[in-house]
C-alpha cells in the first residue's frame, strides 16, 4: 500500500481547489467554501449517506467479510432513472470533515473489511484525499475503490494515481446525445473515455490476492438500460480497440425505472432478458472473458432487494434479516 501524507499534497488542500471549483468536467468554478451553487448543489464539507460493510459488490470486491463502503451524496450527473437519487439529487446525509472520514474509514478496517469503497466520490476528490492522508498516518493500509459514474475529469484521475489502488467507474453511455438527454450532462464519452483510458494507466488489469480478494485494478460497470440508450456494443468495441479485452466487466441486469424514469415512456420498464443477452453475447463475442454476469431470471424475481433505500439504515432489503 502506498504511504500517503498530508504535507505530500499542498495543492490539493479542499481550501485550494474549492475555492474555484473546477474538479469535475461541468468546471462551474464557484467557491465551494462560501456556496453550494454549482451543478452538483455541494458545499464544502463532504455529506455522507450511508457508512457500512456491503456484501452486494462484485465477489472480489465484497469476499467473505464485506466491502467498507461509503455513499457519499450530491453528484455531478442527474440521471432521470437514479436508483440513489434519495442522496445524488435529494442530498440526504449528515456532514462529514476529514477527521471524521478518516475516523469512519478506520472503523471500517477494524470490523475486518476488505477495501474502502468510495461512491460517487468525483466532486469531493480534495477531502477524500485529506482524509485517506489522516487515515493512513492512523494505519488504514486495506485498498481503496473509486467507485464513480463514470464523469471524471482526466486530471483529477491523473491526481489519484498512487492513492487509489481499484477503479470501478461506470461506462454509461457510448453516446454524448444519449448522456444529455437522460443525465443532463455535455461530452459524457469524451470524458468519461479520456478518465478510463488514465485508470486503465494507473492499476491495470485486476489483481486478486491468494483468496480471491482484488488488490488492485480495474473493473468496469456496464448498466444495460432498456431501448439500447446506453449503447454497449460500442462501448465494448472501444474497450477491445483501446484497451484490452483482458479487463474485467461486470454487466449489470439491474436496472429498474426509479426518480423521473416511471414518466419518461422509454425508460420506464425493465430492461427484457434479449436486451441484456445481446449484451453478453456480444462481448463473448470480441473475446472478453474476465468479469461477472447476472442471472435473469433470478434477478427479476428478487429485483426489490437491489433497490436501495438510504431512509433505511441498512440501506438494502436483503440486510433486514441480519
Not at 113 to 125: A, D, G, K, M, Q
Request: aromatic fraction near 10%.
Amino acid at each position: 500500500m502506498n504511504n500517503i501524507n498530508k504535507t505530500d499534497f499542498p495543492a490539493v488542500y479542499p481550501d485550494k481547489l474549492l475555492e474555484c471549483c473546477t474538479i469535475c468536467p461541468h468546471k462551474c468554478r464557484v467557491n465551494r467554501k462560501q456556496s453550494a451553487a454549482g451543478f452538483c448543489r455541494a458545499g464544502y464539507i463532504p455529506v455522507v449517506s450511508s457508512v457500512m460493510a456491503h456484501h452486494g459488490e462484485e465477489p472480489p470486491i465484497s469476499g467473505t467479510r464485506g466491502s467498507g463502503t461509503i455513499f457519499f451524496s450530491h453528484c455531478n450527473m442527474q440521471c432521470d432513472y437514479c436508483q440513489n437519487y434519495q442522496i445524488s439529487q435529494k442530498h440526504t446525509g449528515m456532514l462529514y470533515t476529514a477527521p471524521e472520514l478518516a475516523h469512519s474509514m478506520l472503523k471500517l478496517q477494524e470490523s475486518g473489511v476488505h477495501n474502502i469503497n468510495l461512491v460517487s466520490p468525483s466532486i469531493w476528490i480534495p477531502q477524500i484525499i485529506e482524509a485517506l492522508a489522516l487515515a493512513r498516518i492512523s494505519g488504514l493500509n486495506i485498498p481503496i475503490i473509486y467507485n464513480t459514474g463514470g464523469y471524471d475529469d482526466p486530471d483529477m484521475i491523473k491526481m489519484l494515481n498512487g492513492i487509489i489502488d481499484i477503479y470501478m467507474p461506470d461506462i454509461r453511455y457510448s453516446s454524448s446525445e444519449m448522456a444529455k438527454k437522460y443525465s443532463h450532462i455535455k461530452n459524457y464519452v469524451e470524458f468519461n473515455r479520456a478518465a478510463i483510458s488514465e485508470m486503465y494507466r494507473q492499476a491495470g488489469i485486476l489483481k486478486l490476492d491468494k483468496s480471491g480478494i482484488a488488490k488492485k485494478g480495474l473493473i468496469i460497470r456496464l448498466l444495460v438500460m432498456p431501448g439500447d440508450i446506453a449503447g454497449i456494443n460500442k462501448t465494448l468495441d472501444f474497450l477491445k480497440n483501446e484497451l484490452s479485452v483482458d479487463i474485467h466487466l461486470s454487466i449489470m441486469a439491474q436496472y429498474h425505472p426509479e426518480y423521473n424514469a416511471r414518466s419518461i415512456p422509454i425508460i420506464s420498464r425493465r430492461i427484457s432478458e434479449e436486451e441484456y443477452y445481446k449484451v453478453t453475447d456480444y462481448a463473448e463475442e470480441l473475446g472478453f472473458y474476465n468479469g461477472w454476469t447476472q442471472e435473469y431470471s433470478s434477478l427479476s424475481e428478487d429485483e426489490d432487494l437491489f433497490i436501495p433505500d438510504f431512509k433505511n439504515e441498512k440501506v438494502f432489503k436483503y440486510y433486514e434479516d441480519e
